[in-house]
């Protein structure tokens, strides 16, 4: 089991297939972090790295820098150790994979309640000028 686990993990294909998952997770992550924080609600970010880019530059200027960075440092990490390291590698990434997708299904949740709420409340709110006039 431990062989098939460690023979698996070392493909190079898989690498490449595991970087192309982390990139659309990183874009729907950004999509989904756009979503919770424009125009500017950035106490709702809670990566404080990301959160000082995102005061910094605004939501989506700071959003693409952030985003873009990450890849660029992980594809070039990946282009420098992606022979040598491939089993550690596609153990990381497929880590990252899992916490970046918990991520944005966490921040479309979030954007969903925020625009139900937000919704109701502008309900209530033409309820009560419709008794006002």
């Known amino acids: 089991m431990k062989a098939s686990f460690i023979q698996f993990f070392s493909r190079l294909p898989l690498l490449g297939f595991q970087f192309i998952i982390f990139v659309i997770l990183n874009i729907l992550d950004g999509h989904s972090t756009w979503k919770v ?3 500017d609600k950035y106490h709702r970010e809670m990566n404080p790295l990301a959160r000082w880019v995102f005061r910094k530059l605004g939501v989506t200027k700071g959003i693409i820098t952030y985003k ?3 890849i660029l440092i992980i594809g070039v990490l990946m282009g420098h150790y992606a022979r040598k390291e491939t089993l550690s590698l596609n153990i990381i990434l497929t880590v990252a994979n899992i916490v970046f997708l918990i991520t944005v299904l966490h921040n479309y949740k979030v954007y969903h309640k925020i ?3 937000k919704s109701h409340k502008d309900k209530i709110s033409e309820l009560d ?5």
Request: hydrophobic residues 35%; charged residues 15%; proline residues 7%.
């Open 115 to 117: 625009h139900h709420l």
């Open 129 to 133: 000028g419709d008794k006002i006039s």
């Open 68 to 70: 873009s960075i990450l």
């Open 37 to 39: 924080l424009y125009p």
